[in-house]
Each structure stands twice: as C-alpha cells, then as structure tokens.
C-alpha cells in the first residue's frame, strides 16, 4: 500500500475516530470503568431490557 | 489497459483489504473487556452483555423497519422472538450462550428474504463476526 495514503489515513480518519470514542466513553463513564459487579449487573439490567421490549412488541403483535 | 486505472484499482483494493483488517480486528476485541474487570466471572458477563447489546439494536433495528412498512410483521415477529429468546439465554448462561443462540440465529438469518436481509445487513454482520468469534 502507499505509505503515503496509509500515513494520510491513519492521521485524518483511524486515530481521530478512535480517540473520539474513548472521549466519549470516558465522558459517559465519568471516567471511571465498570467492576466485576456492575458489568454482572449491567447483563442483568440489559437482557431485562430487551426481553421486555420485545415481549411488548410481540404481545402487540400476535400471529 | 492503461497503467494509471490498474494502479487506481490496484490501490483500491489494498485500501479495501486494509480495512477490512481493521474491521475484523475491531470486532475480535468487541468484547474484550476493560481491565477494571478482573475475575473469570465479570469477563464473561461483560462479553455476554455486548452480545446482548447487539441482538438488542437488530431487535430495535427490526421493528423501526416493520414500523417504517420495511419489514412484514411475519418477519419482524422471527427476529424479535430470536432476539428475546437469546436475550434470555445470554442472561442465564453468559458462558455457554452459543451453542443455543448461534444456531438460533442461523435458523432466523435463513428465514429472511434477500431484501430484508439487506435492510437489517449492518446489523446481522456484527453478529454474523461475534457468531464466528465465539466458537
């Protein structure tokens, strides 16, 4: 590949794009990481989510 | 042939190989956890919640199409019911949710028309690489 065009990628697209979203986890976590007990929870909380979610749509929507 | 269109084309392709590399190495690391995640436990809950994230956004996905007139209810109700049935899964077994989530998802990927698999493909091809990296 062109050095020149890989240069010109990772420079202008790859490394801005990544640094935005680790700003922007950091600013969504406070940035502060999950632990052990908050991703277990967060599983728990996600899963519910979608289960009820389309347990409702599918209840709205009968075959 | 002229030099100039084959070394265009030629570049294109590496460019596209290029990345196509970087996609498949973002999505191997999808699920890899932050280090503040330390026990066997907590890794394989947070992997298991970014499955659950995924199958989340082609549930959301399915029925803003069915509601956009984009995807019959018929087929919207095969991927919703797959997304609640694995999202179950993935709750009660984070660490053996593939063997019953990814045939399951084979099942309703072959249920959808060419068309409708067009309108829900970025979804699908997220899980179609978290299918592969899980095995």
Redesign the interface.
Known sequence: MNPELLALLLKDIIIPEIAAVIRAHANASGGKMPNDAQVLEALQLDADRYIRAGEAWLKANPA | MDRTTKMSRQ?RA??LV?IVA?GVLALTCIAC???????P??KT??A??QV??R??EL??AA?DA?AAGELS??T??HV??F??DA??T??AS?DGWHTTVGPAYVGMKNQLAPAERARLGPYLGILDAIMVNAR
């Open positions: 570049t590496e460019l290029f970087l956890p932050p280090p503040s995640v330390q026990t436990a907590g809950a947070y298991a919640d659950v994230l199958i989340g549930q959301t029925i069915n209810t018929e919207t109700r919703v019911q997304t609640v999202a179950k993935l709750k984070p």
